[in-house]
């Protein structure tokens, strides 16, 4: 499974050859060098490690820093783990850009939510509140009822509260590639990418893969 790491910079829109408004989010995607190979026979699965964004070494660890020269790459601020078929071939210090991917092609991408803080249940969850009249006076955005008495007498776990909202990993699945360049290290995806701008994202081969119309 190929994938990489960039930084969210925004939405745009592009048209289609038939005239079509397309809302697009550019990444800036690699270069992302192979810092570490995991085999089946050594550590039980198949992956690599790609790391991403040159970093001063003096804002590493020891650690990181052995780590790095070890595989013969620079310093990098991000190290991320991605699952690979044990026959695809990678090296330690190659690097990896967009030109991994192709337009059409469909690709799911993690990011991290912007965080909103403290919530109540109709920001967080939707819900309508409660009746504006009939004497209710202070029940315009509560939750209600969280539980009966007897049975089961208490909270059951996962009940939607109010909360901290936001600031959590979130995969926008099946995007279209729809804008490859590989010179600026740009890659353009149909529709939105959970994160700020200049929010740290993951772009992977979407896992469910569309398969195309039969013609009758």
């Known amino acids: 499974m190929k994938g990489l790491i960039g930084r969210k910079l925004g939405m745009t829109q592009l048209f289609t050859d038939k005239g079509e408004l397309v809302p697009v989010t550019l990444i800036e995607a690699g270069p992302c060098y192979v810092t570490q190979r995991k085999t089946p026979e050594r550590d039980g699965y198949s992956a690599i490690q790609l790391g991403f964004e040159p970093v001063a070494a003096r804002k590493l660890t020891r650690g990181e820093l052995g780590h790095l020269r070890k595989a013969g790459v620079p310093p990098l601020r991000y190290l ?75 909270v059951l776990k996962g009940l939607r509260m109010a909360g901290h909202m936001g600031n959590a990993r979130v995969t926008a699945a099946g995007l279209e590639v729809v804008f ?4 600026r290290n740009l890659i353009g995806v149909r529709g939105s990418v959970p994160g700020p701008r200049s929010g740290l994202v993951v772009i992977k081969e979407a896992r469910k893969q569309r398969v195309p119309k039969r013609e009758a």
């Open 80 to 154: 991320r783990e991605f699952r690979v078929r044990p026959d695809e071939e990678y090296a330690v210090g190659q690097v990896l850009d967009v030109s991994i991917f192709r337009v059409g092609e469909r690709v799911d991408v993690v990011g991290r939510s912007k965080g909103r803080g403290f919530a109540g249940v109709v920001k967080r969850h939707g819900f309508r509140g409660g009746p504006k009249t009939h004497g209710q006076s202070d029940r315009h955005r509560a939750p209600g009822s969280i539980g009966s008495g007897t049975t089961p007498g208490r």
């Open 180 to 183: 490859v360049d590989p010179a």
